[in-house]
């Protein structure tokens, strides 16, 4: 909106008609780069304004946590003189996005098909549960994705239940999904003049993310089972008790297990045959384990990790939220920053020469509408 602005996607233009969170997520990412975005909301308003608790000033912090840097209009799509706001900011936008069901929006005329034939540079994002085809109908929550793509299958202890990841996963990763789809597209249209139609789904996204668990399946035959917080081809690569609480304990290799075994005093288990490989080792591991547990009772956590960390051995301990920022913030990678008054938590990518920008809030409901409105009138 002829605004200046700064950032590696300063002068784009994002028409962002998503909500909830995986498509939100997708557009503060290009807002933090310096995309100008327009998010479109019904006149209720995204659904995540009403998630609370917890709450700041009375707004969710779900809703400030991937809002930022945008500016909000509500449009009701049934309103005749709304639906042609939102048509023309379909038709001026570089980037378009969308979480409706498919073919949801094409009722409204703001489909990819009918938006692009009067805006052929539109890189148009669609974000769905279960794609376009034979799951368009089914609804798209995160935790209906977690238990079908077989992650809840693979979370919690042996003999309990499965359980949902502490956060909605893949909604997080479809929406990053969504931003290299969007920035590869913008990337060829700058060849070709075009954008085009991008379609994500949270199954895909889900499949794609389960990464080695998958890839066993599909290239090895070996269906994966719940295993607690062991690793099905590394050990040690799970908590361990030591004499006040549990360490993260890892040899992702052999040279960190002589390592690891260094620092423990326990310099004869490289040598053991059934130790000396980390295949030997994964074999062995009701052998192994407590072997180790019985050096790390005794000396604390706090005074394990330090020594492991100073010899190269990778270790964590298992921290509270409040705890991983503060550590976050030792290790001096300023992780809050100030959005124009709301604490927020810094976009994850450093560039030398183009940082992130963090100069609006996360916008009230229709708070820039009628400055949009009279925009799109011009």
């Given at each position: 909106?002829?605004?200046?602005?700064?950032?590696?996607?300063?002068?784009?233009?994002?028409?962002?008609?998503?909500?909830?969170?995986?498509?939100?997520?997708?557009?503060?990412?290009?807002?933090?780069?310096?995309?100008?975005?327009?998010?479109?909301?019904?006149?209720?308003?995204?659904?995540?304004?009403?998630?609370?608790?917890?709450?700041?000033?009375?707004?969710?912090?779900?809703?400030?946590?991937?809002?930022?840097?945008?500016?909000?209009?509500?449009?009701?799509?049934?309103?005749?003189?709304d639906l042609t706001a939102a048509r023309e900011?379909?038709?001026?936008?570089?980037?378009?996005?969308?979480?409706?069901?498919?073919?949801?929006?094409?009722?409204?005329?703001?489909?990819?098909?009918?938006?692009?034939?009067?805006?052929?540079?539109?890189?148009?994002?669609?974000?769905?549960?279960?794609?376009?085809?034979?799951?368009?109908?089914?609804?798209?929550?995160?935790?209906?994705?977690?238990?079908?793509?077989?992650?809840?299958?693979?979370?919690?202890?042996?003999?309990?239940?499965?359980?949902?990841?502490?956060?909605?996963?893949?909604?997080?990763?479809?929406?990053?999904?969504?931003?290299?789809?969007?920035?590869?597209?913008?990337?060829?249209?700058?060849?070709?003049?075009?954008?085009?139609?991008?379609?994500?789904?949270?199954?895909?996204?889900?499949?794609?993310?389960?990464?080695?668990?998958?890839?066993?399946?599909?290239?090895?035959?070996?269906?994966?089972?719940?295993?607690?917080?062991?690793?099905?081809?590394?050990?040690?690569?799970?908590?361990?008790?030591?004499?006040?609480?549990?360490?993260?304990?890892?040899?992702?290799?052999?040279?960190?297990?002589?390592?690891?075994?260094?620092?423990?005093?326990?310099?004869?288990?490289?040598?053991?045959?059934?130790?000396?490989?980390?295949?030997?080792?994964?074999?062995?591991?009701?052998?192994?384990?407590?072997?180790?547990?019985?050096?790390?009772?005794?000396?604390?956590?706090?005074?394990?990790?330090?020594?492991?960390?100073?010899?190269?051995?990778?270790?964590?301990?298992?921290?509270?939220?409040?705890?991983?920022?503060?550590?976050?913030?030792?290790?001096?990678?300023?992780?809050?920053?100030?959005?124009?008054?709301?604490?927020?938590?810094?976009?994850?990518?450093?560039?030398?020469?183009?940082?992130?920008?963090?100069?609006?809030?996360?916008?009230?409901?229709?708070?820039?509408g009628e400055e949009i409105r009279a925009w799109?009138?011009?």
């Amino acid at each position: 909106m002829a605004e200046q602005r700064s950032g590696p996607l300063a002068g784009l233009l994002v028409a962002d008609f998503s909500r909830i969170l995986a498509g939100p997520y997708a557009t503060m990412l290009l807002a933090d780069l310096g995309a100008e975005v327009i998010k479109v909301e019904s006149p209720a308003g995204d659904d995540t304004r009403t998630w609370m608790p917890p709450v700041r000033d009375g707004v969710s912090t779900y809703y400030l946590g991937i809002n930022r840097n945008k500016k909000s209009i509500a449009l009701d799509l049934k309103d005749p003189d709304d639906l042609t706001a939102a048509r023309e900011l379909a038709r001026r936008a570089d980037v378009m996005i969308e979480n409706f069901r498919p073919g949801g929006l094409a009722r409204f005329g703001l489909d990819h098909a009918t938006v692009a034939a009067g805006n052929e540079k539109i890189v148009y994002a669609s974000i769905s549960g279960f794609g376009s085809g034979a799951g368009a109908g089914m609804p798209g929550y995160d935790l209906m994705v977690q238990a079908i793509s077989g992650l809840m299958s693979l979370t919690g202890d042996p003999d309990g239940s499965p359980f949902r990841a502490g956060i909605s996963v893949f909604d997080v990763m479809a929406g990053m999904h969504a931003s290299i789809g969007i920035l590869a597209a913008l990337n060829r249209r700058a060849v070709t003049g075009r954008g085009q139609h991008i379609e994500v789904n949270l199954l895909s996204s889900a499949l794609s993310g389960l990464v080695n668990h998958s890839s066993g399946y599909v290239a090895g035959g070996t269906v994966p089972f719940r295993m607690g917080n062991a690793h099905p081809s590394l050990f040690p690569y799970e908590p361990l008790p030591t004499k006040d609480g549990e360490l993260i304990v890892i040899a992702g290799n052999d040279g960190q297990f002589r390592k690891l075994c260094q620092v423990l005093d326990l310099p004869g288990l490289p040598e053991d045959p059934r130790f000396g490989r980390n295949q030997d080792r994964t074999a062995h591991r009701e052998e192994l384990r407590p072997i180790l547990v019985e050096r790390l009772a005794t000396r604390t956590r706090d005074e394990w990790f330090r020594a492991l960390l100073d010899a190269g051995v990778p270790c964590a301990p298992i921290n509270t939220i409040d705890e991983g920022v503060a550590f976050a913030e030792e290790l001096g990678l300023n992780p809050v920053i100030d959005s124009g008054g709301i604490p927020s938590v810094r976009n994850p990518i450093t560039f030398s020469e183009t940082p992130p920008r963090y100069e609006l809030p996360p916008p009230g409901l229709d708070e820039h509408g009628e400055e949009i409105r009279a925009w799109l009138k011009n």
